[in-house]
Every structure is written in structure tokens, then in C-alpha cells.
């Protein structure tokens, strides 16, 4: 039995109607049994092996150059925080920096100046989830006021992807097998695969945290969902 095997990639919107249409009259050309299209999608759990978190510091002066100056000594303690608790520098990217004037607005009364905020985010991985509670409590000993997240990723997730695209595939052979089964039929072919792509969706990143919120931080990895979904069309006789 001769299997024809087509995988069908969509991948943007320039180019892409004259292609399909073309593929989906080949497919109605070459299929002279029952055609059958089956969806299924693959599933498997990871335990998060990354924490991204952003660490900021935020300081407030009378003049733009203390303000600057106390945000770059702030955020110098902080990268030596982070390097001494085994931090490397390619899991250390800056991410932000602001310097912006603040205003009193009096009644009746026009703005007055009365200093300048600086702002100095640094986004950081990291890659030993069960130590990095300590690490934020190291931060905050070191300057850093304001942090964001954590976001926990799988660094690597092209394995658990290809698990679950295999997963995919024999669900939607099996459910094609029983459509085939219960109408008197047999699968004759795969005549056609759509992935529409490996999808993992870590939790949403806490909110700001204030200083005094930020002391004995845990950080519990839990597990994440990785999913991919495809498309497959089968010939039926």
C-alpha cells in the first residue's frame, strides 16, 4: 500500500491563498475514496527548569544627576549581588532605563518642579528554580526595590514539542481508524498534515512586588502544559 505523506506548513498571510487553494484542489484530484479530516492535539507536562524575573531599582532625587548617580550605584550593588550568587552574564540583560521630572501641581498654580525619578530594570534567568527565592531576598539586600515576575519557562522545549506532535499524530490515526471502523470502511492513506505549531503557555508573571513585600520570596515550579495540534486528512475505502 502506497502512503503519500504532505505536510502543509502555514506560515503568514503574504502568499498564502493562491498556495492553499492550490494544495486543497490537489488533495480533491487525488483522493478517489471517502476523504476524512481529523484534528487532534498532543499534550505533555514539564516542570519549569527557568525563572525570568525583572529586578528594578528606583531612586529619587532633587536633580536629574543625583537621581541618575544613586540609580547606577543601586544597580552596581546589584550586579555584584548577582554575580556572586553564580549569576552569569549572558542571564543578565538591562531592560529598561528612565529618567523622568516630577511635578507638584498646585491649585490655581502652574507645575512646579520638585525633582527627577530614575529607573533601571534588569531582566534576569534564573536557572536553578529552587534557589532563586534566595536570590530575590539577596536583591533586595542589594538595592533592588521593585521586581517583576517570576515568569517560569521550559528552556528547552523542542524534546517534550516533539513528544507531544508524536502524541498528536497517533490520536488522530486511532480516531481516524475508528471513523474508518464504524462506517464499513479502511484507511488507505495519510493524504495530508497540518501542524499548527507547538504551544506552551507558562502563567502569567506576578505583579510589581514593593519592597517589603519581597523578603523570604519562594518560588515554586510546579508543572506546565505543552500542546501541539494538527491537522490530518485521510482516504477512506
Known amino acids: 500500500m502506497r502512503h503519500a505523506f504532505i505536510a502543509a506548513l502555514v506560515l503568514g498571510a503574504a502568499g498564502v491563498p493562491t498556495a492553499a487553494s492550490a494544495q486543497q484542489a490537489s488533495i480533491a ?53 548577582l554575580k556572586g ?10 531592560s529598561s532605563v528612565n529618567l ?19 529607573s533601571n530594570s534588569l531582566t534576569i534567568r534564573f536557572r536553578d528554580v529552587g534557589n532563586s527565592g534566595k ?7 542589594a538595592g533592588a526595590n521593585q521586581l517583576s ?13 516533539d513528544e507531544a506532535r508524536a502524541k498528536a499524530i497517533a490520536i488522530a490515526r486511532a480516531r481516524a481508524e475508528l471513523y474508518a471502523r464504524n462506517l464499513g470502511l479502511r484507511v488507505v492513506r ?26 523570604s520570596s519562594r518560588i515554586e515550579p510546579g508543572e506546565q502544559k505543552l500542546q501541539v495540534s494538527v491537522s490530518m486528512t485521510f482516504e477512506l475505502q
Open 190 to 215: 495519510i493524504v495530508a498534515v497540518n501542524e499548527s505549531g507547538g504551544y506552551y503557555a507558562p502563567p502569567p508573571p506576578a505583579p510589581m512586588l514593593e519592597r517589603a513585600q519581597m523578603a
Open 149 to 161: 515576575g517570576p515568569n517560569l519557562i521550559v528552556d528547552k522545549p523542542e524534546t517534550a514539542l
Open 29 to 81: 484530484q487525488s483522493i478517489t475514496g471517502t476523504r476524512l479530516d481529523v484534528s487532534a492535539t498532543g499534550e505533555v507536562n514539564r516542570v519549569p527548569d527557568v525563572a525570568v524575573i525583572t529586578a528594578g531599582v528606583v531612586s529619587r532625587a532633587a536633580t536629574a544627576r543625583a537621581a541618575v548617580q544613586d540609580s547606577a550605584q543601586r544597580v552596581s550593588q546589584v550586579l555584584s549581588a
Open 135 to 141: 536570590i530575590l531576598d539577596a536583591l533586595v539586600a
Open 100 to 118: 523622568s521630572p516630577e511635578y507638584r501641581y498646585p491649585d490655581n498654580q502652574s507645575p512646579q518642579l520638585v525633582g527627577y525619578t530614575a
Open 85 to 94: 550568587a553564580g549569576i552569569q552574564d549572558r542571564d543578565i540583560q538591562t
